[in-house]
């Protein structure tokens, strides 16, 4: 039985000045999917850490072509991991001679990308049309009521109680 080398290719932006809270919910939007994907969910994602990721990105698959001969565009994100860098430590001037800690975090970003499985390259199409739920038959549409007409009162009534209640109407119409 032949083993398949699985090769994955990593990227690494450390120091980058963005709260690592804020990076990592980026990070989830691309997690497991294809590199045409990812790159299409970051170019719309307003948040400033999605430009950081989206070099991040294009610098693993850079590092795939250039040295593992790998096809970009057939990659998927395997794992996207962000880490809490230093954090730098400033002051800010109060009122009253009082001064205020500043934080600026910082963060590494880490990219990983593995090789598509052969199963999901030959049957794209197939794959996509398998998890699309199949489209119902198209239901009929009830049959409309004109405006002023109201819906029918539905009642269970046998034959004895029937009669005594149109008596009843028959009563109230003559009164």
């Known amino acids: 039985m032949a083993t398949v080398e699985t090769r994955t290719v990593r990227a ?3 120091w980058v000045r963005t709260s690592a809270r804020k ?3 980026v990070a989830e939007h691309i ?5 045409p994907e ?3 969910v970051l170019a719309f994602t307003p948040r400033a850490a999605a430009r950081e990721l989206e070099k991040v990105l294009a610098s693993a698959v850079a590092n795939a072509e250039a040295n593992h001969d790998l096809i970009g565009d057939e990659l998927v994100v395997q794992a996207a991991v962000v880490d809490e860098g230093p954090t730098l430590k400033r002051w800010r001037a109060r009122a009253r001679g009082r001064v205020a800690r500043i934080k600026k975090r910082t963060c590494h970003i880490t990219v990983l990308l ?3 499985a052969q199963e999901e390259l ?7 049309r398998a998890a699309r739920p199949q489209a119902e038959a198209p239901k009929e549409p009830k ?3 004109p405006k002023g007409e109201r819906k029918a009162k539905q009642t269970t009534e046998t034959a004895a109680t029937a009669r005594p209640r149109a008596k009843r109407a ?5 009164s």
Not at 31 to 35: A, C, K, N
Request: charged share 40%; no cysteine; aromatic share 0%.
């Open 170 to 174: 028959a009563e109230k119409k003559e």
């Open 114 to 116: 593995a090789p598509m």
């Open 38 to 40: 990812a790159r299409a």
């Open 122 to 128: 030959a049957g794209g199409e197939n794959r996509k």
């Open 23 to 25: 990076a990592r919910v």
């Open 31 to 35: 997690r497991g999917r294809s590199v």
């Open 12 to 14: 690494q932006a450390k």
């Open 143 to 145: 049959p409309q009521r």
